[in-house]
């Protein structure tokens, strides 16, 4: 089926950007993931302290959750990025570019919060895909 979603990473007049894209558009069926953190499927914290081990835990479980639904990161349109300190954005981006492929690069927000649900956690990120429609 041939793929029904656009990614522009740098519209004119805006800043290019190398890592997401600024503007997607899809057409199929939703995916909507909630904030997945950096707990295991026991409900334990993985990476406490540490925001590279965290992330590598968030993007395994937006992973799961995806395939759950019958899509993959090569599906997502968007991504919001909570975390409790901006000098964790680094650790996400080294998950990032390890489970995403640049060539899907999906809209994103990073956004700097007090706290999350839990202590410990230092990141939380939630995901929304399009998965083409199957009558292509």
Same mark, same amino acid.
């Given at each position: 089926?041939? *793929?029904? #979603?656009?990614?522009?990473?740098?519209?004119?007049?805006?800043?290019?950007?190398?890592?997401?894209? $600024?503007?997607? !558009?899809? #057409?199929?069926?939703?995916?909507?993931?909630?904030?997945? =953190?950096?707990? *295991?499927? !026991?409900?334990? @914290?993985?990476?406490?302290? &540490?925001?590279? /081990?965290?992330?590598?835990? =968030?993007? /395994?479980?937006?992973?799961?959750?995806?395939?759950?639904?019958?899509?993959?990161?090569? $599906?997502?349109?968007?991504? #919001?990025?909570?975390?409790? &300190?901006?000098? $964790?954005?680094?650790?996400?981006?080294?998950?990032?570019?390890?489970?995403?492929?640049?060539? $899907?690069?999906? /809209?994103? !927000?990073? =956004?700097?919060?007090?706290?999350?649900?839990?202590?410990? @956690?230092?990141?939380?990120?939630? /995901?929304?895909?399009? =998965?083409?429609?199957?009558?292509?």
């Amino acid at each position: 089926m041939p *793929d029904q #979603t656009t990614r522009i990473a740098d519209p004119a007049g805006v800043a290019p950007s190398t890592r997401y894209s $600024h503007v997607v !558009s899809a #057409t199929g069926r939703q995916v909507f993931v909630a904030g997945q =953190v950096a707990l *295991d499927e !026991s409900g334990a @914290l993985v990476g406490e302290g &540490d925001a590279v /081990a965290q992330a590598r835990q =968030v993007f /395994a479980n937006i992973g799961r959750c995806l395939a759950a639904a019958g899509a993959g990161f090569e $599906h997502l349109t968007k991504l #919001t990025i909570f975390v409790t &300190d901006i000098a $964790h954005l680094p650790g996400v981006r080294t998950a990032w570019d390890e489970a995403l492929d640049p060539k $899907h690069a999906p /809209a994103s !927000s990073a =956004v700097q919060v007090a706290g999350l649900f839990l202590p410990g @956690l230092l990141l939380e990120i939630e /995901a929304y895909a399009v =998965v083409p429609d199957e009558r292509g």
